[in-house]
């Protein structure tokens, strides 16, 4: 979602899951685990605190580095704006109180450099470290659903430029370009030389200008290319001279401790240079990744709290880059909060200041391609049951590729009296099968579907409406459907 001032406070939205596409088939991919240190330096891994690692294993960022948290943040919005939500108090404790990234988005040349500014400047009065996401490369996403940026790279070297004048003195961390290096398919031999170079400069111009911001480049994840084939672009991208190392795992899934062993593998394959570290996205990983579903998967859970202190030398930090709740773009509109998914990833989580109850894991990551079947959909039941019949209607949208689709529905009670509790029910017309839902608990046998309220959406007064979603297969064919009901009475087709 972009605001007013040009910064975008969202992660990319995915594009859907086609054979030439592996970031957004497997970004949501599997990994295995790696063992990561023992003891209590393992320990302070898992919980994600600020404790337990010494100076002999410690990144290039210090380990009592305290990362900026944004007080205009969505997630900071709703909490404020919603004190009597059941969820809030979840929310609050175990996603607001935590830093997460703010991206740069929208061309705005014009204001770029004041828009980093106010956030530079922000972060350096509350003595904490501000997490940038720059997401302007042109051709971006390979066109698909977060396409945009700059109109060509001569306009995104002066936009960086820009940029970089408004990152000051202080320290800062800069996310540059997610998805650039990694995700190249749509690119000629020529434009990814170019992109490459571009992105080169984009470092330099970064560390000329403020020298104490760290730079990292795009790693991918540990289930897309491998390691010796990024550390390969990552060379022709410039991150031996004007980088400090590079991100992974950016709007995934795949496990923290997967994603430190690929990491290092990728380190290795660079030649293991003292000074280059890598950072994890650890924002919605905590249950690993979701099988083959790859946008507003239910049933995540938030991984490693953001800090500096990884206990491990060669990772530098755990950051939310993407901050949890905000959609992909299936369950809202790509960077949308919905409060449902924030709740979601925090309600079986640990609070930030309880330890871990086991170990990490010491299985390797696996070698073999991930998986294509998907899981079935998972959501908590409903609170309430529903109570009698409604008068309604449903409007129904779909946005449809090959074999696969999401659905927005809307709910609206047309009647006179309130509704507490609802259960929503209609046939798909052909082989449609239901892999994940928001907003409301989705159930399907044979061709019937039946979606029940969550509880907290179950009350509905007279001329009120409430909307859910879900991602779906199909074959041949995917008509819309033509009949629903509400507890149990036909509403009409909005």
């Known amino acids: 979602?972009?605001?007013?001032?040009?910064?975008?406070?969202?992660?990319?939205?995915?594009?859907?899951?086609?054979?030439?596409?592996?970031?957004?088939?497997?970004?949501?991919?599997?990994?295995?685990?790696?063992?990561?240190?023992?003891?209590?330096?393992?320990?302070?891994?898992?919980?994600?605190?600020?404790?337990?690692?010494?100076?002999?294993?410690?990144?290039?960022?210090?380990?009592?580095?305290?990362?900026?948290?944004?007080?205009?943040?969505?997630?900071?919005?709703?909490?404020?704006?919603?004190?009597?939500?059941?969820?809030?108090?979840?929310?609050?404790?175990?996603?607001?109180?935590?830093?997460?990234?703010?991206?740069?988005?929208?061309?705005?040349?014009?204001?770029?450099?004041?828009?980093?500014?106010?956030?530079?400047?922000?972060?350096?009065?509350?003595?904490?470290?501000?997490?940038?996401?720059?997401?302007?490369?042109?051709?971006?996403?390979?066109?698909?659903?977060?396409?945009?940026?700059?109109?060509?790279?001569?306009?995104?070297?002066?936009?960086?430029?820009?940029?970089?004048?408004?990152?000051?003195?202080?320290?800062?961390?800069?996310?540059?370009?997610?998805?650039?290096?990694?995700?190249?398919?749509?690119?000629?031999?020529?434009?990814?030389?170019?992109?490459f170079a571009s992105l080169s400069r984009a470092g330099a111009a970064i560390h000329a200008a403020a020298p104490n911001a760290k730079v990292y480049l795009d790693g991918g994840h540990s289930t897309w290319n491998s390691a010796s084939e990024q550390a390969s672009r990552l060379r022709s991208a410039g991150i031996l001279a004007n980088a400090d190392g590079f991100f992974t795992n950016?709007?995934?899934?795949?496990?923290?401790?997967?994603?430190?062993?690929?990491?290092?593998?990728?380190?290795?394959?660079?030649?293991?240079?003292?000074?280059?570290?890598?950072?994890?996205?650890?924002?919605?990983?905590?249950?690993?990744?979701?099988?083959?579903?790859?946008?507003?998967?239910?049933?995540?859970?938030?991984?490693?709290?953001?800090?500096?202190?990884?206990?491990?030398?060669?990772?530098?930090?755990?950051?939310?880059?993407?901050?949890?709740?905000?959609?992909?773009?299936?369950?809202?509109?790509?960077?949308?909060?919905?409060?449902?998914?924030?709740?979601q990833l925090a309600q079986n989580a640990t609070d930030p200041s309880t330890p871990p109850t086991s170990q990490p894991p010491t299985s390797q990551p696996p070698t073999s391609q991930p998986p294509t079947s998907l899981p079935p959909t998972s959501q908590p039941p409903t609170s309430q049951p529903p109570t009698g019949s409604a008068a309604c209607s449903v409007a129904y949208k779909a946005n449809s590729w090959t074999g696969g689709f999401t659905a927005d529905v809307t709910v609206r009670n047309t009647g006179t009296a309130a509704i507490t509790g609802w259960t929503l029910k209609w046939t798909f017309g052909g082989d449609q099968k239901v892999t994940s839902a928001w907003n409301a608990k989705v159930t399907q046998s044979g061709t019937a579907v039946t979606a029940t309220d969550l509880g907290y959406n179950g009350a509905l007064a007279a001329g009120a409406s409430t909307g859910f979603g879900f991602q779906a297969t199909y074959g041949s064919a995917n008509p819309t459907p033509t009949a629903f009901t509400l507890n149990g009475s036909a509403c009409t087709i909005a």
Not at 258 to 280: C, D, F, Q, T, W
Not at 295 to 316: E, Q, V
Request: neutral net charge; aromatic residues 6%; charged residues 15%.
């Open 1 to 195: 979602m972009s605001t007013p001032d040009g910064v975008r406070r969202a992660a990319p939205a995915p594009g859907r899951p086609t054979p030439d596409r592996p970031r957004h088939a497997a970004r949501r991919g599997r990994a295995a685990a790696l063992a990561l240190a023992a003891g209590a330096v393992a320990v302070s891994v898992l919980a994600g605190t600020q404790t337990g690692a010494g100076a002999a294993v410690q990144g290039s960022l210090p380990a009592d580095t305290q990362f900026w948290k944004d007080p205009a943040s969505q997630v900071v919005k709703w909490v404020a704006a919603n004190p009597n939500d059941s969820r809030t108090p979840v929310i609050s404790k175990r996603i607001a109180s935590q830093p997460q990234g703010v991206w740069f988005a929208n061309y705005k040349p014009d204001t770029v450099t004041s828009d980093v500014r106010a956030i530079t400047g922000a972060a350096s009065a509350a003595g904490q470290v501000p997490v940038l996401v720059v997401y302007e490369i042109p051709n971006r996403d390979c066109g698909g659903a977060s396409a945009g940026g700059a109109p060509d790279l001569a306009a995104y070297d002066a936009w960086v430029t820009r940029f970089a004048a408004g990152l000051g003195s202080g320290r800062s961390v800069v996310v540059l370009e997610p998805d650039s290096i990694a995700l190249t398919t749509c690119l000629s031999a020529q434009q990814q030389t170019d992109r």
């Open 250 to 343: 950016v709007s995934n899934f795949n496990t923290t401790s997967g994603e430190v062993g690929y990491a290092k593998s990728v380190l290795s394959a660079l030649g293991n240079p003292a000074n280059l570290h890598a950072v994890i996205d650890t924002s919605r990983n905590g249950n690993g990744p979701a099988g083959g579903v790859w946008c507003d998967p239910s049933g995540r859970k938030i991984g490693n709290y953001p800090t500096a202190a990884t206990g491990d030398a060669a990772i530098d930090a755990f950051l939310w880059v993407k901050p949890p709740g905000e959609a992909d773009g299936c369950a809202a509109a790509a960077g949308t909060f919905v409060p449902d998914i924030a709740y």
